[in-house]
């Protein structure tokens, strides 16, 4: 690898050369750099994404030398891959000239745990007799695809390099196309974004006002430091991953693509422009009002500065359409979220009840739920706080009653569904509201388990097929997201373990009959053995409760598309078997544990709320 200024750093391994890269570029800068303390307090360092942009340091591939041999050849491309070279040209002097022009290093992206290794291929996996054939291995952990897309994958991985002597030195003429990175460039080198599109919400989108404009956050994997804000709108223009794309639309013409020669940033007055090709210039409207709110909630995750206005023109540079921030507030993310105003919890007379304000001693909630008729144990309220379900303490009954106001006399009326199960922990699930008014719970009734939807809260339980689950398997807890669209499961597996899957949400049928089922289920936190409690914490994040084969538990934040997020490293808590946390990132994190429920501020450790109380929950 090579500092930006150029020197080059020789050593033992890519590790060890970006380590000498830093160290001289910190000198180089100086008075970027400080010496260690050796005195003061420890403080909590973030690693969210708006600190990792290491914009002081570049890392640029070295050119392969003379009378290397074969496994140096293979190595050093592998090592040269991981540089911040936007179309890899050093990389590519390693290759034969007819490889260099055809290898496609976007194709796909393999993440192994540790950095690839490189050594003489067995004799039966060599691919010619001629030339010189290098085994590049080891274990595999995840795949993105050419939408840039992350997806858990772990098994072995092997692929055969081929090489010849090209004026007698050698390079590589047959390989696969795309990258291989180890786990630790990969983080270094790529940051998770949020692209945008339009829940697909079927008829129900009816039962809320815009229903057609609610959006999606879909995960990305980018180039940190690669004309980020253009590959950000080109990789929205490719539309939604695989995973999603059956329950989300774009307002994008199918073929738009961004007008040649361009690199998009934001001005220094806010102002993102973007010319579309003909295809896109076709759009105008409500729906290039549609197009603009997706570019500016996409593009503000990897902007530097805040985008105030988007501007959409077409190839001749020939305006469509310009939308200000405020203009485009209906749109935002989240908006189905609810306030949470209040967290929720089961109070020790097994009531519904509310933490107040700071320094307000929790009560009661208001209405029948709040009045002790019936013995609760846990409790869900709706995105605007207006009604609450619960069900019994012993999970039999399910009831829902408004926390509007009311006499804690009015009378809590039947339950709206009773499961039939003997066994307490074989009953109902903690329930779940999506941003649509629809509450979602799960029978774990051996005879008859059933993943239930109510629409609005009241009407008669639907049953809601999940095909991936198979005949010994079943749902033990479920939060639903706010957009309706997602679902996260804890899954009781044949094996007795619990892991998280998280399933997508597919609306049809009509506003009289309507069809919905949860397909596609794929695991969230696949090193976890056991999950014991999730939670949505913002558009496409989830903090989970869990232990790995051997370890002690531990919450830890993940990604919905499996890969750990970057958010700071939660600090441990003893014996948690409930978690809360609220799609609005702003409110702190709630957990159920054996002292009590406990609260975690930003940037803080856990204090604790109640000692006398359980099972808590932000509206959802």
Known sequence: MTAADGR????????????????????????????????????HVSSSHGNQGDSQVR???????????????VRGFLEAITSDEANFPTAREYLTRHLARRWDPFASTTVLSDGPSAAKAPRHSRRAEDGYSVEVSGSRMAEVDDKHAYSPSKGDYSEVFHLVKVDGEWRIDEMPDGLVLGESDFQRIYRPINTYYYAELGPDAESITDGQNVLVADPVYLRRRIDPVTKTVS???????????????????????????????????????????????????????????????????????????????????NDMCAQTREQLTAFQPGRLNGSAKRAYFIDENHRV????????????????????????????????????AAVTRGRRGLYVASLDGGSA??????????????????????????????????????????????????????????????????IESLRISSDGVRIALRVRERDGHTSLQLGRVVRGGTVKKPVVTVERLRPV???????????????????????????????????????????????GITDVTGVAASEDESKPLLADSEDGIVRLPPDATWKMLTDKGSAPAYPG
């Not at 995973?243 to 961004?258: K, N, Y």
């Not at 220094?268 to 570019?295: E, H, I």
């Not at 509310?354 to 409790?379: C, D, H, I, T, Y």
């Not at 014991?532 to 989830?542: D, K, N, T």
């Open 409 to 474: 006399n009015t009378a809590l009326g039947a339950p709206i569904l009773i499961s039939k199960a003997k066994r307490e922990n074989d009953r109902l699930t903690a329930p779940s509201w999506d941003g649509l008014g629809d509450l979602w719970v799960a029978d774990r009734d051996p005879d008859n388990p059933r993943l239930l939807r109510l629409r609005t809260g009241k009407e008669h339980p639907d049953e809601v097929q999940v095909p991936d689950l198979g005949k010994d398997e079943r």
């Open 8 to 43: 080059t750093k020789r050593g033992g391994g890519a590790r060890r050369r970006r380590a000498l890269l830093v160290l001289a570029t910190c000198g180089a800068l100086l008075a970027g750099c400080a010496s260690m303390p050796d005195g003061g307090n420890v403080k």
């Open 525 to 571: 936190a696949p090193q976890l053995v056991d999950v014991s409690a999730a939670s949505w914490a913002g558009g496409s994040r989830l903090v989970v409760v869990g232990r790995e084969s051997g370890s002690v538990q531990q919450l830890l934040y993940m990604e919905t598309d499996g890969s750990v997020s970057d958010q700071p490293t939660l600090p």
């Open 353 to 388: 009840a509310a933490f107040q304000r700071k320094n307000e001693s929790p009560r009661p909630v208001l209405g029948p739920l709040g009045s002790g008729q019936v013995e609760m144990g846990a409790v869900a309220v709706n995105r605007i706080e207006s009604e609450g």
């Open 235 to 317: 990789a929205l223009l490719q539309g939604p991953s695989g995973w999603l794309d059956p329950v989300v639309a774009s307002a994008f013409p199918r073929g738009t693509r961004l007008a040649p020669k361009q690199h998009l940033s934001v001005d220094d007055s806010g102002v993102l422009r973007v010319r579309l090709n003909a295809r896109g210039a076709k759009a105008g409207g409500k729906r290039c009002v549609r197009m603009a709110a997706q570019l500016l909630y996409s593009v503000q995750d990897q902007a530097s500065a805040k985008v105030s206005k988007v501007e959409l023109a077409g190839p001749e540079n």
């Open 59 to 73: 890392v640029n591939g070295v050119s392969p030398q003379k009378g290397q041999v074969p496994t140096q050849i």
